[in-house]
């Protein structure tokens, strides 16, 4: 009875075998000594290139990792890795797993000037803004302006509590060798940002990207003339589903990207508050409205009733030469653009 077990013992594991090792397969494979920016599951990411034979002539992006290998920027690898068929794996996780067996050889390599790269493709010089997550604040209110002469000037505020702490440093930028990155030299703390397409991301202290539910959070959105509202006057048009009569060009609202201050007028008298703005999310509150007291005769809108329905205002929207503010969903008030 003892060996019938013993048999079938042996024949289990046996048939175990076979199949850990039908879903296992060693392969040799090419690691280029350049990432190449890129997208997996939405996140905007840099992604290994790879070559699965020496006789492949192009790269390819290789967008999963591999367990136990950390390459260093400028090195080419050969690799022996692992691949594993998982099976019935999660959604939203993939049915390949790579692992590192051995690293064949390393060799240091001499980055040639890729045209393709975000140094040299993209038109990155310009501004850049949004709302970072912040660990005890209601967010990083943060503002980079990068030129061509690599000086950057990078101006943050602090939410907290209705109060803005802020502060502005200048200084001189880098880019790493692959030409994907800038990184902000700083007296107390160098800073590191990807460049993509008309934004930046901010990284962690080592040059890497930030993961977790916060992660799209730490995209900084560059102020381009058919997206920014700000540094513009906008006349309105009208309140509350209400029309405004042409001839009323002193009804107007301007944000100052500078000092972070709206202005406006619906009337005899002048209004200001301080804004916060998230142009990725469209998003957009003012806060802190402060009134001139003149007596208006015949309002056609009532100071008080606007400034009430400014400050509640969540999000906005613009098309050319019309900015809509809303309060979610709901539209409060239209404006064209003043020439």
């Not at 070559?51 to 022996?80: A, R």
């Not at 440093?169 to 800073?191: D, M, R």
């Not at 002048?270 to 015949?298: F, P």
Request: with cysteine; proline share 1%.
């Amino acid at each position: 009875m003892a060996k019938k077990f013993f048999l079938l013992g042996i024949i289990v594991m046996t048939i175990s075998s076979c199949l850990t090792s039908k879903n296992r397969i060693e392969k040799t494979i090419f690691i280029n000594a350049t990432t190449k920016p890129c997208t997996n599951e939405a996140l905007q990411t840099e992604c290994l290139q790879v070559k699965w034979t020496k006789e492949q002539q192009d790269w390819e992006i290789f967008y999963e990792t591999i367990e136990g290998f950390s390459p260093e920027s400028g090195n080419e690898y050969e690799l022996i890795i692992q691949e594993e068929k998982i099976e019935n794996p999660p959604a939203d996780v993939s049915n390949i797993r790579y692992e590192l067996v051995k690293i064949i050889t390393t060799a240091a390599s001499e980055i040639k000037i890729d045209d393709h790269t975000s140094q040299h493709s993209l038109d990155w010089k310009g501004t850049y803004e949004g709302v970072l997550p912040c660990a005890d604040c209601e967010g990083i209110q943060t503002q980079i302006t990068i030129d061509v002469d690599k000086n950057y000037t990078r101006k943050v505020t602090y939410l907290k509590d209705g109060n803005k702490d802020t502060y502005e440093e200048q200084g001189l930028f880098a880019w790493n060798k692959q030409g994907t990155k800038i990184i902000l030299k700083s007296t107390s703390e160098n800073k590191y940002y990807q460049v993509g397409e008309n934004y930046i991301r901010a990284l962690d202290m080592n040059g890497n990207i930030i993961t977790g539910a916060l992660a799209e959070k730490y995209v900084l959105q560059k102020i381009t003339k058919t997206n920014s509202i700000e540094d513009k006057k906008w006349r309105l048009i009208s309140f509350m589903g209400k029309k405004i009569n042409e001839a009323s060009e002193e009804f107007f609202i301007l944000f100052n990207s500078q000092e972070k201050r709206m202005q406006t007028k619906v009337g005899c008298n002048r209004m200001s508050g301080n804004y916060v703005l998230d142009i990725d999310k469209k998003e957009l509150t003012i806060k802190q409205i402060m009134s001139t007291m003149m007596a208006c005769e015949e309002a056609i809108i009532q100071d008080f009733k606007y400034a009430e329905q400014l400050e509640k205002i969540t999000h906005f929207s613009i098309d050319g030469q019309k900015l809509v503010l809303k309060i979610d969903a709901e539209i409060v008030a239209e404006y064209e653009l003043v020439e």
